[in-house]
């Protein structure tokens, strides 16, 4: 009985270290992420470096845009039997 019982509570504090690691990641990976946060909302406050992020989304929107088109020519030129 004693065996089991020594065994039972190694078994157990193993497990609460094991638990506490992943506590400790998590903690650590939402402390990040709230850093994170509060960067990105510091950097959209500065009137010109949001002005710049913006002008970005929307350059990689337009390049989205015409590869689309292209492709899309390519598929008409295809159906058309052009080349």
Excluded at 22 to 36: H, I, R, Y
Excluded at 37 to 51: H, I, L, S, T, V
């Amino acid at each position: 009985m004693a065996g089991f019982l020594k065994k039972a509570f190694q078994d157990m504090k193993e497990s609460t270290k094991a638990q506490h690691q992943v506590t400790k990641a998590n903690f650590s990976a939402a402390k990040a992420e709230s850093k994170a946060q509060w960067e990105e909302a510091k950097a959209m406050a500065d009137p010109n470096r949001r002005k710049a992020m913006m002008q970005a989304q929307r350059d990689e929107q337009i390049q989205e845009a015409q590869k689309r088109k292209a492709e899309a020519d390519a598929r008409i030129a295809a159906a058309k039997g052009e080349k």
